[in-house]
């Protein structure tokens, strides 16, 4: 089992920034691949992006690449996603996941945080 904890979400100006972090506890952190998810009011949960257990590797949605950064702590078993330039269209629960393997697809991801709320204004 992983226990996953997100913190930092909150209410931004569109065109502000914010910094999500996720505390990981219980198995090996460095062994998995960790996701940042979110949801929406009346939408499905959706991809935002992915960093490889190492750090090395990251993948980010369309709709965030370039204004959000994923990075990773292994010895402090945290992984923070900085949000910049947000818009309110990025209104939504955040959540970060993790994954032996990886991927894009919430499925791929069996272990889940409770979510952070994220609300921009305009």
């Known amino acids: 089992q992983v226990q996953l904890v997100e913190s930092g979400g909150g209410v931004v100006q569109a065109g502000g920034s914010l910094r999500l972090s996720c505390a990981a506890s219980g198995r090996t952190f460095s062994n998995y691949a960790m996701g940042w998810f979110r949801q929406a009011p009346g939408k499905e949960r959706e991809f935002v992006g992915t960093i490889s257990w190492g750090g090395s590797n990251t993948n980010y949605a369309d709709s965030v690449k370039g204004r959000f950064t994923i990075s990773r702590d292994n010895d402090k078993n945290t992984v923070t996603l900085q949000m910049n330039s947000l818009k309110p269209e990025d209104t939504a629960v955040y959540y970060c996941?993790?994954?032996?393997?990886?991927?894009?697809?919430?499925?791929?991801?069996?272990?889940w945080g409770q979510g952070t709320q994220v609300t921009v204004s305009s």
């Open positions: 996941a993790a994954s032996v393997s990886g991927g894009w697809d919430r499925s791929d991801y069996p272990y």
